[in-house]
């Protein structure tokens, strides 16, 4: 899969339906609405209409089906015909499911998705989780053949009609800023230490025209980064902060997203074991995803201010490794009693959102992360825990991850109850709860928070992707299409506009948020 490249199109056209295998894919309702017309120059002369009919009226998804068409060249696929109502009705996750295990093989393929104009972003996102980039098998590198797979979209419904090509270019934005974000959490960190991914920043960056700020090392130190820093010193790698900012002209809002970006996770002095460790070279995925949301956000064009923050180390073993009891000073001014040195991302996050809002004056600062195990407890593999000051916008992320197809689900959030986990004897906190059966990703999240002050007027949103950051041994590039439809409203794109949640009109439910902070996006 390493070497395929996508190519989003407009409609089910007639190139080469002798030499590409295709699979066409959806859920039956729609399949049914399909006329032959509209599939026949894919499919004939090797599947005749009956044929057609005849594999349609076979399919009973439960949850889902398929059927081979005609050999290997040609296959229908079924998605669920209904879901519930915590799952997008995109059915995102049997999307790539399907296509894994039912696209045809062949250098030149075809997938031939069929939907209503409203899944389409899900779907191509969908899509776009099914071939990852990464891979060091050797046979890959002998057969460096660039291989393709068109999809292409049969829309179904009302506004039926073919995609435009502003819609097309944003798909293959958002198709870029997933695989990115999938192949950067699957890289290990022989190859993907801080320098690495500060590159991969560098790179995007420059294809943005932005240059970004790098604070780095014993400057951390120096500048009051306690979090970064303390977590990362030990590390052969120095730890970083990176920033980058778009500022367009007319913005009315200052945007911050802030991703956890640890490059792996030893655990610290407070070690995993040889069971728990293997896969910590996906505890960068928020920072990933963060990457690869604002490049896509930035070149569909970006009406606010946003800020990427990159919160970089490896939580390593070594002579100047933190210790248990160690205290730290944060940038936020809170010092913090260490009783648990795998419970770090947390303190990088801190360093992070503080610095979002003292410095760059955010209205509005999300954090992503694959903060706490206990996520995949407490909202399970599909769904990311989302933790926020504002009930507006636990109901916006919710509502965009069934648009987009990465699921989100609501955490407690009540700091009066849960904060006092981290009561500490001889500084302002710990960094670990002292029962870890109390909301223990509600707690983390917290954390975070605190930082930035539960009483701050802006909005505040944690979103905990631990366990849909993967799929099995493989990234799945969560957080991407998140972020892009969260935030759909700030941009001049149509189709992220259509998979926004948030209305231009809709306020946030506190009064006495100044009007600036008010709005949403």
């Known amino acids: 899969m390493a070497n395929v490249w996508l190519e989003f199109k407009a409609s089910a056209g007639d190139a080469d339906p002798q030499t590409r295998p295709v699979l066409v894919l959806g859920q039956i309702p729609h399949l049914h609405r399909v006329p032959w017309s509209e599939l026949k120059g894919k ?12 594999a349609l009226n076979s399919l009973s998804p439960n949850p889902t089906d398929s ?34 295990n039912c696209l045809p093989g062949g250098a030149h393929r075809c997938i031939l998705m069929v939907c209503e104009r409203s899944e389409v972003f899900a779907s191509a996102c969908a899509v776009s989780r099914a071939f990852p980039l990464f891979t060091r098998r050797s046979s890959a590198s002998r057969r460096a053949e660039k291989k393709t797979v068109a999809v292409e979209f049969l829309l179904t419904g009302q506004n039926n009609g073919p995609l435009d090509t502003s819609t097309l270019k944003c798909l293959e934005s958002a198709s870029e800023g997933v695989r990115l974000a999938a192949r950067i959490v699957d890289t290990p960190c022989n190859e993907m230490n801080t320098d690495h991914f500060i590159e991969e920043i560098k790179a995007v960056a420059k294809d943005l025209g932005i240059i970004p700020t790098i604070i780095r090392g014993e400057e951390l130190k120096d500048k009051g980064f306690g979090g970064i820093y303390g977590v990362g010193k030990a590390a052969e790698n120095p730890p970083a902060l990176v920033i980058v900012s778009h500022t367009p002209a007319g913005a009315t809002q200052t945007i911050a997203w802030v991703g956890k970006g640890i490059v792996y996770d030893t ?41 990427a923050l990159f919160c970089l180390a490896e939580n390593s073993v070594g002579p100047k490794a933190t210790r248990p009891d160690d205290i730290h000073l944060l940038y936020s001014g809170k010092t913090v009693e260490i009783n648990n040195t795998d419970a770090e991302g947390r303190l990088v996050l801190a360093d ?22 206990a996520q995949g407890i407490a909202t399970g593999k599909y769904h990311a825990a989302v933790l926020t000051n504002s009930e507006e916008w636990e109901a916006a992320c919710v509502k965009a991850g069934r648009k987009c197809g990465d699921l989100v689900h609501p955490l407690v959030y009540c700091p009066e109850l849960h904060f006092n986990e981290f009561s500490s004897a001889v500084a302002d906190m710990k960094n670990s709860v002292a029962d870890r059966e109390n909301a ?27 366990s849909p950051v993967h799929a099995g041994e493989r990234a799945t590039g969560f957080g991407v299409a998140l972020l892009l439809s969260l935030f759909g409203r700030a941009s001049e794109d149509p189709l992220l506009n259509l998979v926004s949640p948030l209305g231009e009109d809709d306020v946030m439910d506190t009064p006495e948020r100044d009007s600036k902070r008010r709005r949403l996006v």
């Open 352 to 373: 992070g959102v503080s610095y979002a809002c003292k410095d760059l004056g955010a209205d509005i600062i999300l954090d992503m992360a694959t903060l706490t195990g």
């Open 267 to 307: 655990g610290g002095l407070s070690i995993k074991g040889k069971t728990t460790m293997p896969g910590m070279k996906r505890d960068c995925g928020g920072a990933a995803a963060v990457l690869g949301a604002f490049k896509a956000a930035v070149n569909q064009g970006f009406k606010d201010n946003l800020h």
């Open 43 to 54: 499919l004939h002369p090797r599947v005749t209409e009956e044929a057609w009919q005849t």
């Open 67 to 100: 059927c081979p068409l005609y050999l290997n060249f040609a296959t229908v696929a079924a998605l669920p015909s209904r879901v519930s109502r915590h799952n997008s009705p995109s059915a995102a996750h049997f999307v790539s499911r399907l296509i894994r």
């Open 440 to 466: 223990q990703s509600s707690c983390a999240g917290l954390f975070i928070a605190s930082h930035i002050g539960f009483d701050w007027p802006g909005v505040w949103v944690h979103v905990d992707i631990a």
